[in-house]
């Protein structure tokens, strides 16, 4: 094997805990929302919109959090900009749609024009205001934005660090991947009767997975539950990170679902393999020996296949999953070639509603050869806003997780319920909740 098989994974420091009780009142409370609202959202990086949604000048979207709607519009000079949606004449916001391309925003209620870089061109009857000709004056308030793998974050404190020093380890592990050039396969959304940390306390932890994904019940040795990934937590690596982010990293498991009752490797690993130039029946009664094959295989063949990245990334991200929460609510399975986009944003005043993105990412070469499960078509996917309850998936494997978190938040509106008891593995979630408190105490990560 070549020296570039060889990529460490680098270690995140040792994080420690201060045992929080965290009460069912921190998904249900309004004041507990406000409190996480001006202490905590106004003050971090939110990943909002897509770059290659804003090809020309003038293009925008627009993304709500919480009570706040943000304009994100491509300026002439290739960069971005973010501003609130909001009119600095009498309140009225801008625009009314997720995403459009305009030479100026004009203001429907009293034709007040402002320029994409928030410049006000034009104002009815500009000479009867008694401070003057607002344009020159006005402009529209802009927010802290910037990009990052094909990504527009944005912050509502003018006083932030820069994107970079809040990501940390993130910024440098994302940076090697060229994420940037990957396509939208999938782009589903949905309210949800639930609290949005419902969501991101469900993608902190790999607990779960056995008995919510896989049906397994008391009687299961979860020591010997090897499905596609293996979520064994003596084998999961997991990983907390200074700024608040976390990571963990399983195994590809290749184990149930993977053969037949003769031991015949099943799809989609066997594509898999074939693509790789390995034969399935080589792997016959030991699909766990597909994931050292595989990833050789990926390392030699990746490049000259048109996976530009293969030679940045280590071995195991080939075959496994590298699962990031970033604080305060976006999870991500970033695979090999795909990325799996799960984000949580506030109800604007009730905290037993959120809004749920499930998208996925793919990157150019695995989809012109077909060789990974994309969850979608090849085609740029199209924004769906589902309803909650409806006959329509939010996505495969997905729905597994929303029906606990609906369920969930029913629980936790009962006095019955005194605070978790977590394990050892489900420790990111109480290092999430004490970072909320951090921020809602004035303590910001360093």
């Known amino acids: 094997m070549s020296e570039l098989s060889v990529i460490n994974i680098e270690d995140y420091p040792e994080q420690q805990t201060r045992g929080s009780l965290l009460e069912g009142q921190r998904y249900t409370s309004k004041t507990f929302m406000d409190q996480e609202w001006e202490g905590m959202w106004t003050k971090v990086w939110l990943l909002l919109g897509r770059e290659s949604e804003l090809p020309n000048p003038g293009d925008w979207q627009m993304e709500p959090i919480g009570h706040e709607e943000i304009l994100m519009v491509r300026q002439q000079d290739a960069g971005v900009k973010a501003f609130y949606n909001v009119c600095q004449h009498r309140g009225n916001p801008l625009v009314e749609d997720n995403k459009g391309s305009v030479k100026r925003f004009v203001c429907k209620y009293h034709s007040w024009a402002f320029m994409p870089d928030g410049e006000l061109n034009f104002a009815p009857d500009k000479e009867d205001f008694p401070e003057g000709n607002p344009c020159g004056k006005v402009r529209l308030q802009e927010v802290s934005c910037e990009t990052f793998a094909g990504f527009v974050w944005v912050n509502l404190d003018p006083n932030c660090g820069s994107l970079r020093e809040y990501l940390g380890p993130i910024w440098d592990e994302w940076a090697l991947r060229d994420i940037h050039t990957w396509k939208r396969t999938l782009a589903n959304s949905m309210w949800l009767p639930c609290n949005w940390k419902v969501v991101l306390d469900n993608f902190n932890e790999s607990y779960h997975v056995p008995t919510v994904h896989m049906g397994a019940t008391t009687e299961t040795n979860r020591k010997e539950i090897r499905g596609h990934i293996n979520t064994y937590f003596k084998e999961t690596r997991f990983d907390l990170s200074d700024e608040g982010h976390n990571r963990m990293i399983m195994e590809g498991g290749y184990g ?44 030699k063949l990746g490049p000259q296949r048109g996976h530009t990245h293969y030679d940045r990334i280590p071995d195991a991200q080939f075959t496994d999953a590298f699962h990031y929460t970033l604080f305060p609510n976006f999870a991500v399975s970033l695979w090999s070639d795909g990325f799996h ?39 740029e996917a199209e924004h769906a806003m589902l309803e909650y309850g409806s006959d329509v998936s939010i996505g495969p494997g997905i729905e597994d997780d929303v029906r606990v978190f609906v369920t969930q938040q029913r629980g936790f509106r009962s006095r019955g319920f005194k605070g978790v008891y977590l394990s050892n593995q489900e420790k990111r979630i109480r290092r999430y909740h004490e970072m909320v408190d951090d921020y809602i105490e004035g303590r910001l990560p360093n």
Request: net charge negative; proline share 8%.
């Open 256 to 299: 149930v679902g993977s053969t037949d009752k003769e031991g015949n490797i099943l799809e989609p690993l066997a594509s898999q393999l074939k693509y790789w130039d390995l034969d399935p029946a080589d792997f016959k009664h030991k699909p766990e020996a597909t994931r050292e094959a595989l990833q050789q295989a990926k390392r």
């Open 341 to 379: 986009f799960l984000r949580a944003r506030p109800h604007p005043d009730d905290p037993q509603q959120c809004l749920f993105d499930n998208f996925w990412y793919a990157s150019p070469a695995s989809l012109e050869s077909g060789s990974e499960r994309n969850h979608g078509s090849s085609e």
